[in-house]
């Protein structure tokens, strides 16, 4: 397959003049008093094509065939313009000036084309588009964004660069698909995650829950979350930020993007830094102090003490876009580094000292996009990466400590020391190595119009070594070795019929994976050999449809028959997230149901309302899931392992409505209620909720902005959100001292965007009534914190 696509690629470079002549149509549109036209429609007649002006007035349309047309501006803010244009060069650059006007109405066939968010909400799937502008210049992070999204739960265990799971309508691990641009995120190793991509880098969030597109394919039955990052060709442009804030908290980014109009030159370069000391007070019902005599008080009040964390990425690309040969063609690097102290295990019981993680990761990456290849209607998709991942895991302190920070004692005031000599068992110093190759690649036909047939094929492989440092015999040059490879090809067929009204995707998958490791063990001197090979095939498929009743209303259903393997970190473990090894581990099978509407947007004068509602349905065979603790009387889970479940059940509803008004006041509702259900028949837990997964959540968000406050031109915004979890088990048994509290979290903010939008200043407080707030295995979060944001950008150089 890969010398197939390597062949593929250099068949489109040498058949370029083949093709239809075609050119891009772009520029900006102004109003006479010079200032951006934001969010008008432009209109290709006889085309039938829409777009939309971005914030600074841009619009663009590629792929016109040379010829005259009529193009035709049109908003609430402006008086209708007509300009007949000239597309008789690839590239043509048509700025526009417009008249401004008060109060009316827009024509009915502008009101009806799509935006890109509402195309992909409307395509049949249970998807929602999380859009970033408004948090680009507030001090959020991408994954608060995720957790205020309807049906997701951002499960964190503690502050800032913990480690952090995806919990999508009771599918949770690995079972739900983090992507970047369609690769998976763990191409580019753990320091660069989303707790440190910061917003202002990304064009869009698609959350998928249960079924997933074509282009998303791979072994994964929760659903995906893809980041879509920016791509930054419409202008040339530098932005950076500085926020600081509570915990000693420091971030930072920048990205400048730059493409020469003439030969279609690209290049594009974004970094970041983060670092925070996340020495925030706990006080809740699982921090505690043990006394020399033994006595355990609860609640104890103190400040987390060896908690830091720094990481630092960089992402740089060249090459060309928009040219004869490519749409894209882009070849990349990327590199993160970041250090961890961990504070405890999988639980608060036992505080650490000394336990760290160092992990480094080098990305070599290729972007390739080619619509109409070789002949019209063939397109083609490649994105490639391969990496260096390194990771040291070190745990050397003899000491037991408390949680005010000092090393425990007895009642004779000597030290005492761990049970193993170390914070988590024996001494040692994990070096582990992972060269990972990703490919994800897409070969797409217009058979007829509105019909579509695909091929995607996914390729992950990892070639993993292992080595304790501190251990005699490793330390001499044996190592454990471990490949691991999957492969996921799938088959599409899609469908617009009845005059685009029905939207149909059929498709079947071929899942195939391969696990082979050597491992070594030294027991009284005696050095033993363990090998693990293992090869599995399996087959899925499934159906999602989209019906338009009207333009704003559409039903959408989706099922699915999915397959996900265990994942090399489940199989392996991983040290530095405290998960230990499962070489027995069997692929989870899950069928998937959806069925929803999306109503809306609804205009009433000046008010706009939308709902969104997904009943859903996830019947899971061998689920993939950490194991929770079955007895009460041992509380201080330091590791954890991912076990099969050999049947589980999860059936609930979501909903989310929104209410614009005069397009100032923006407010949101949302929620997901569900019963996540073991169904492993004869167990004493049979139908009952899974532990350690929150069932019940609701987040309401509040926006309102006010326009010239203390200078013309100049923008204030508002902001007040509220997050609710219901309470749930943290271990199987039923006990009060161990159920997850209900909790409520509310935060406010405000930005301020000066006359000229190169500068804006923004201030955040988050958990303003300083709640408790808890997460996995009863992990307490930070309190109340508070940030100050500067933002500057440049738009045009």
């Known amino acids: 397959m890969k010398y ?35 969010g008008a429609t432009v209109f290709i007649k006889s085309l ?45 650059n048509i700025d526009i000036t417009v008249s401004e006007i008060g109060n009316r109405s827009l024509k009915e066939v502008h009101v009806v084309g799509m935006t890109e968010k509402r195309k992909i909400e ?42 952090v799971e995806y919990n999508l309508n009771g599918m949770t691990g690995r079972a739900v698909g983090i992507f970047i641009d369609g690769l998976e995120i763990s191409t580019y190793g753990s320091s660069f995650n989303l707790n440190n991509i910061p917003p202002a880098l990304i064009e869009r969030i698609e959350v998928y829950k249960g079924v997933l597109p074509a282009h998303l394919s791979g072994d994964l039955l929760g659903g995906a979350i893809n980041i879509v990052l920016k791509e930054g060709t419409a202008a040339n442009n530098i932005s950076t930020s500085v926020s600081y804030g509570s915990f000693n908290t ?42 020399p005599d033994g006595r355990v008080t609860r609640n104890f009040r103190t400040k987390r ?3 830091a964390y720094e990481t630092t990425g960089i992402r740089a690309e060249a090459g060309y876009s928009n040219v004869k040969w490519a749409d894209v063609f882009l070849l990349g690097y990327n590199f993160s580094d970041a250090y961890k102290e961990i504070q405890h295990g999988q639980t608060m019981g036992t505080p650490y000292m000394g336990r760290t993680s160092k992990t480094q990761a080098h990305v070599l990456g290729l972007n390739y996009k080619k619509r109409d290849l070789l002949i019209k209607g063939l397109d083609f998709n490649l994105n490639a990466a391969h990496s260096l991942r390194s990771t040291l895991v070190q745990d050397t302190v003899p000491w037991a400590y408390n949680w005010d920070g000092n090393i425990r004692t007895d009642l004779n005031g000597n030290p005492i020391r761990t049970l193993e000599g170390a914070q988590q068992g024996a001494p040692m110093i994990d070096d582990i190595t992972r060269k990972i190759t990703n490919i994800r690649s897409n070969l797409s036909y217009d058979i007829a119009t509105g019909h579509k047939v695909s091929i995607n094929e996914v390729f992950y492989g990892v070639d993993r070594q292992d080595k304790n440092l501190l251990n005699p015999i490793t330390a001499n040059g044996i190592r454990s070795f471990a490949d691991f490879s999957k492969n996921v090809i799938s088959f599409n067929y899609e469908a617009e019929t009845f005059e685009n009204k029905l939207t149909t995707n059929l498709f079947t998958k071929i899942y195939q994976q391969s696990v082979g490791s050597t491992s070594y063990k030294v027991n009284a001197g005696v050095l033993t050999q ?27 259903t989706s099922a699915e028959k999915a397959v996900r393997m265990p994942d090399d970190d489940e199989i392996f473990g991983s040290p530095e997230r405290n998960v230990i090894s499962n070489r027995s581990l069997k692929p989870e099978m899950s069928d998937n149901y959806n069925i929803g509407f999306r109503l809306g947007t609804f205009d009433f004068d000046k008010h706009k309302i939308s709902f969104y509602s997904n009943v859903f349905g996830r019947n899971i065979k061998n689920r993939i899931m950490p194991q929770a603790n079955e007895l009460l009387n041992n509380q201080e889970i330091e590791e954890t392992q991912f076990i099969n479940i050999s049947s589980a059940q999860s059936i609930g509803v979501e909903g989310e409505l929104s209410y614009i008004y005069n397009k100032k006041l923006t407010m949101m509702f949302n929620f997901s209620k569900f019963n996540s259900l073991l169904k492993q028949k004869g167990s004493k837990y049979y139908n009952t909720q899974l532990p350690n997964e929150p069932f019940f959540t609701m987040n309401a968000n509040v926006h309102y902005r006010i326009d010239n406050v203390l200078q013309k031109k100049s923008e204030l915004n508002l902001f007040y959100t509220f997050g ?23 935060n406010i903010g405000t930005s301020y965007s000066f006359p000229n939008r190169k500068i804006i200043a923004s201030l955040d407080i988050k958990n303003i009534l300083n709640a408790e707030i808890y997460d996995n295995f009863g992990v307490q979060k930070p309190g109340r914190a508070i940030y100050l944001k500067l933002n500057y950008i440049i738009n045009k150089f």
């Not at 068949?11 to 006479?32: P, R, V």
């Not at 016109?64 to 803010?77: D, M, T």
């Not at 609710?724 to 509310?746: D, L």
Request: with cysteine.
């Open 4 to 38: 197939r696509l390597l062949f593929i690629i250099l068949i489109s470079t040498g058949c370029l003049f083949a093709q239809e002549q075609t050119g891009k149509i772009f520029g900006k549109i102004i109003t006479s008093s010079k200032e951006p036209v934001i």
């Open 48 to 92: 039938n094509k829409y777009g939309m002006t971005n914030e600074k007035g841009f619009y663009q349309f590629t792929k016109i065939p040379y010829g005259k047309y009529i193009l035709e501006i049109n908003s609430l803010e402006i008086e209708l313009k007509t300009i007949e244009i000239n597309v008789d060069a690839f590239e043509n």
């Open 122 to 163: 409307t395509s049949g799937f249970a998807v929602n588009v999380v859009n970033t502008k408004e948090a680009a210049s507030r001090n959020i992070q991408t994954n608060e964004l995720l957790d205020r999204t309807v049906g997701v739960r951002v499960r964190q265990s503690g502050g800032l660069g913990s480690q």
């Open 250 to 291: 420091l971030q930072t980014d920048l990205s400048a993007n730059y493409r020469n109009a003439k030969n279609g030159f690209t290049t594009r370069l974004s970094g970041f830094y983060t670092s925070t000391d996340n020495n925030y007070e706990q006080w809740g019902r699982f921090s505690k102090f043990i006394a």
């Open 305 to 307: 003490f060896f908690d």
């Open 530 to 556: 363990e090998v693990l090979k293992d090869n599995r095939i399996e087959n899925g498929y499934g159906l999602a449809v989209s019906y338009k009743i009207s333009p704003k209303v559409n039903l959408i």
């Open 724 to 746: 609710y979890v219901g309470s749930f088990k943290t271990v199987w048994p039923e006990s009060e001292n161990f159920i997850t509290p209900t909790q409520y979290a509310q």
